[in-house]
């Protein structure tokens, strides 16, 4: 079974719930790790505020969206020598 790599949004929501009353053991098996886990990410995460969240998932969107452009940019002269009927660069 692959691990689940949670992003940092979705820790500090983990940490949140169990401010607002839920069990770490319950945080554990609803999502899948150890409570060692949890003590680590509480530590790593201690004081980081809903805007220091809110600047997190800004940043992932930011991410994203720079992925898809790059992706776009390297994918596109490939695309138009295929409209065009040439071989790209390199291939004969």
């Given at each position: ?12 929501s983990i ?68 409209f065009m ?8």
């Amino acid at each position: 079974m692959k691990a689940h790599s949670f992003t940092e949004t979705e820790i500090i929501s983990i940490i949140q719930e169990n401010e607002s009353g839920t069990s770490v053991r319950e945080l554990c098996r609803r999502y899948g790790f150890s409570d060692t886990t949890y003590y680590k990410w509480k530590t790593k995460y201690r004081g980081i505020a809903d805007s220091g969240a809110r600047q997190i998932r800004k940043m992932e969107l930011k991410l994203n969206r720079l992925k898809r452009m790059y992706k776009a940019i390297h994918i596109e002269p490939f695309e138009l020598n295929d409209f065009m009927g040439e071989k790209p660069i390199g291939q004969h």
